[in-house]
């Protein structure tokens, strides 16, 4: 490898974990049922809080069908505001494990 590769490969790992560390502060938020669940999830997809209304909690089954469908839409958004990151490095193309 010439040297100008070694400079470019290592410019684009210093932007990889700059990315990486930026996606552990930014959040997304999930909704469902109009906003009767709320997650609101970093963009590594760690839970940071849970919102329910209490209205919802008469009915366990939908309720239980609001959290998954809540978590489901906070780990898309996630997912795609980490692949919106990482495509500065990749130049658009879809990279499986870097994201």
């Known amino acids: ?15 990889l974990q700059k990315i990486q560390e930026e ?9 469902a049922g109009g906003g009767v669940v709320k997650v ?12 329910i209304d209490p209205d919802a909690a008469e009915d366990i089954e939908l309720l239980q069908d ?15 505001m980490a692949a919106s990151k990482m495509s500065v490095i990749t130049g658009g193309m ?5 994201t």
Do not use: H, W
Not at 72 to 79: L, R
């Open 66 to 80: 609001l959290m998954a469908a809540a978590f489901n839409d906070a780990a898309t958004k996630a997912q795609e």
């Open 40 to 51: 609101v999830m970093t963009g590594k997809q760690a839970v940071e809080s849970v919102e």
């Open 1 to 15: 490898m010439n040297r100008n590769m070694m400079r470019q490969a290592q410019r684009q790992l210093a932007q």
């Open 94 to 98: 879809n990279i499986p494990g870097l």
């Open 23 to 31: 996606l552990e502060t930014l959040t997304v938020t999930g909704t």
